[in-house]
T-cell receptor
């Protein structure tokens, strides 16, 4: 049984560019949440997708957007990258968003 | 505002001794509490959770946590620490009316042989 997978593992971009991160949930899960974890800090909630809709959003600007596909996989898009967007981006999946969230290994984004 | 506090940036314990990692929370509503562990350059791994019922919750790798409603705490414990328990530990909380997890800043646990 595959757990949560994320791609790519690492990414280097320059300021102003756009990036897309991908996540496949654990088998049987239908909800995907995205978090940003800056170095030395706890994760910060970006948003959660359920039934292909953004169900809840944290305190992140509109530059951060997402999508969920019919197979429950998800993408996180970040436009107009800033240096401060450098972080570990974590995807978590759960069943209907109310149960335990299981995390993928993360994508480490470096913005130069 | 909802928040989680982990008052210790780092906890040092000798191998074989009991360990405690502290967590307190502030929420409006009934809390759902979680502990996760993060190893270097890895994602977060679920350890245990409190939803309702018995205040003492047992989880993976011999860890347990005690929910204390009056003190709004959810401390993580283990009777006998292993060197392999050395990692970064995060406490998180969610309330029933909300889908997002609110996280503490993390506590680095160092177990010395």
């Amino acid at each position: 049984d595959a757990g949560v997978t994320q791609s790519p593992t690492h990414l280097i971009k320059t300021r102003g560019q756009q990036v897309t991160l991908r996540c496949s949930p654990k088998s049987g899960h239908d909800t995907v949440s995205w978090y940003q974890q800056a170095l030395g800090q706890g994760p910060q909630f970006i948003f959660q997708y359920y039934e292909e809709e953004e169900r809840q959003r944290g305190n992140f600007p509109d530059r951060f957007s997402g999508h969920q596909f019919p197979n429950y996989s998800s993408e996180l898009n970040v436009n107009a990258l800033l240096l401060g967007d450098s972080a570990l981006y974590l995807c978590a999946s759960s069943f209907q968003g109310r149960e335990t969230q299981y995390f993928g290994p993360g994508t480490r984004l470096l913005v130069l | 505002a909802q928040s989680v506090a982990q008052p210790e940036d780092q906890v040092n314990v000798a191998e074989g001794n009991p360990l405690t990692v502290k967590c307190t929370y502030s929420v409006s509503g009934n809390p759902y509490l979680f502990w996760y562990v993060q190893y270097p350059n890895r994602g977060l791994q679920f350890l245990l959770k409190y939803i309702t019922g018995d205040n003492l919750v047992k989880g993976s790798y011999g860890f347990e946590a005690e929910f204390n409603k009056s003190q709004t705490s959810f401390h993580l414990k283990k009777p006998s620490a292993l060197v392999s328990d050395s990692a970064l530990y995060f406490c998180a909380v969610r309330v029933d009316s909300n889908y997002q997890l609110i996280w503490g800043a993390g506590t680095k646990l160092i177990i010395k042989p």
